[in-house]
């Protein structure tokens, strides 16, 4: 199946701070959705990026298929976005999408 | 807005009840999921459906069952906890297109 590795796994930022969360996945795919899940365990769909760029406030999402990777930006980090970020990926058909551990991130005040 | 909804949201039970946990979606969803996961770490896929009548076990083995009779309607059965069954279910939904895939609040389940 399908391989997926995000990086990194922990970080911890300060209120303000910007970051660049990856995703490396080792096949091709035509469906790629970054989530967040927040401390109390609620997963929330961030984006649905196959390919492109997308951007939603201060969050925007890059995917390149064709080298394999996609990137989630966060700029001007709050202490609501802390919590863990997981890519997952698969192809159009019956099958589920994989998913990565995820990035773990702690934003402080 | 997604609308899949799971109960109950937390759930204590002792050893050896049978429990199902249940999942709704009003989205005319054809795919729907359920994942295992631990307190912060990574999703593990047990049952999986793209619809009615079809069923199909996922990539973490699980003792649990499920049945998919209604498209809205996608519950999931252990016929006998045991403390190794503690954990956090969450169930999830999509379309066959893959449109984004939509989580309900998840079922925390501690077996005593």
């Known amino acids: 199946g399908i391989q997926v590795e995000q990086s990194p796994p922990d970080l911890i930022l300060q209120e303000g701070a910007n970051s660049t969360l990856r995703c490396n996945f080792s096949?091709?795919?035509?469906?790629l959705q970054w989530f967040h899940q927040n401390p109390w365990g609620q997963l929330i769909n961030l984006f649905y990026?196959?390919?492109g760029t997308k951007q939603n406030g201060r969050l925007s999402a890059t995917t390149v298929a064709t080298e394999r990777y996609s990137l989630l930006y966060i700029s001007s980090s709050q202490t609501t976005d802390s919590g863990v970020y997981f890519c997952?990926?698969?192809?159009?058909?019956?099958?589920?999408?994989?998913f990565g551990s995820g990035t773990r991130l702690q934003v402080q005040p | 807005e997604a609308d899949i909804y799971q109960t109950p949201r937390y759930l204590v039970i002792g050893t050896g009840k049978k429990i199902t946990l249940e999942c709704s979606q009003t989205?005319?969803?054809?795919?729907m999921y359920w994942y295992q996961q631990d307190p912060g770490m990574e999703l593990h896929l047990i049952h999986y459906?793209?619809?009615?009548?079809?069923?199909e076990k996922g990539d973490l083995s699980s003792e649990s069952t499920v049945s998919r009779i209604r498209t809205e309607h996608f519950p999931l059965t252990l016929e006998s906890a045991r403390p190794s069954h503690t954990s956090q279910y969450l169930c999830?939904?999509?379309?066959?297109?893959?449109?984004?895939?939509?989580f309900g609040n998840g079922t925390r389940l501690t077996v005593t």
């Open positions: 999830a939904s999509s379309d066959l297109r893959d449109s984004p895939l939509h």
């Open positions: 096949d091709s795919v035509n469906n």
């Open positions: 990026i196959p390919s």
């Open positions: 997952a990926v698969g192809r159009t058909g019956r099958r589920a999408l994989t």
């Open positions: 989205m005319g969803h054809d795919k």
């Open positions: 459906s793209y619809g009615v009548n079809s069923t």
